[in-house]
């Protein structure tokens, strides 16, 4: 079955500390995959998406099928980080596919 | 520049209650998902739309129905509200053609059941 799973459901760093935050998958297909944040306050957003391979507000993240993962990287955390983190999965085909998410990762980036 | 309304914020109902969960994106999106969200379990998908009229289970379908007359508007009924039915409830959006670059999420209504 199709499934994401984000195994830290609080992550703590200090401001200016790496940041890592977990997202493994399984699927049968060919993997879509997302990071969505949701600020404070604010409207669940996409931050990036694996086959754009960008960087956004500093993140990356890189598919890695041999460990069917797709994990979130930043090498210097700033305190506007702090929010929900949700990896998703995309299932089914570009056109009607559907999202699935993880359980979600609270980054908390401490002064 | 509000995309995705939810019409309500808020929603405080007792037990057995119907209730409507209105959603109206002004995008011209074919598709249209109800996801609720829970700490610890993430989002989990209700019922989605690729269409008017048109509607497919989630994952968690039962107690939920959904309504799609028009393409802008896609409601949540919850025909006899629980307690267990307790969450923050979000409505997305996307386009129905070429390439998949995620949805378009609405702010989201806090419903309690009481």
């Known amino acids: 079955a199709q499934r994401v799973t984000q195994p830290e459901k609080l992550l703590s760093v200090f401001k200016g500390a790496p940041v890592e935050l977990k997202c493994n998958y399984s699927?049968?297909?060919?993997?879509?995959l997302f990071w969505y944040v949701q600020y404070s306050r604010q409207r669940l957003q996409l931050l990036l998406r694996?086959?754009s391979r960008e960087s956004i507000k500093g993140f990356t993240a890189d598919l890695n099928k041999g460990e069917t993962s797709f994990h979130l990287k930043k090498p210097f955390a700033q305190e506007e980080d702090s929010a929900m983190y949700y990896c998703a999965l995309r299932k089914g085909s570009s056109n009607t596919g559907k999202l699935i998410f993880g359980q979600g990762t609270t980054l908390q980036v401490k002064p | 520049d509000v995309k995705v309304t939810q019409s309500s914020r808020y929603l405080v109902k007792r037990t057995g209650e119907k209730v409507f969960l209105e959603c109206v994106q002004d995008m011209d999106h074919e598709n249209m998902f109800w996801y609720r969200q829970d700490p610890g379990l993430g989002l989990r998908l209700i019922y989605f739309?690729?269409?008017?009229?048109?509607?497919e289970k989630g994952d968690i379908p039962e107690g939920y129905s959904v309504s799609r007359e028009k393409k802008e508007r896609f409601s949540l009924i919850l025909e006899s509200a629980s307690t267990n039915q307790t969450s923050m409830y979000l409505c997305?959006?996307?386009?129905?053609?070429?390439?998949?670059?995620?949805?378009?999420f609405g702010s989201g209504t806090r419903l309690t059941v009481v």
């Open positions: 739309s690729y269409d008017v009229k048109m509607k």
């Open positions: 997305a959006s996307r386009p129905g053609q070429g390439t998949f670059y995620g949805y378009t």
């Open positions: 699927y049968s297909g060919s993997p879509e």
């Open positions: 694996h086959i």
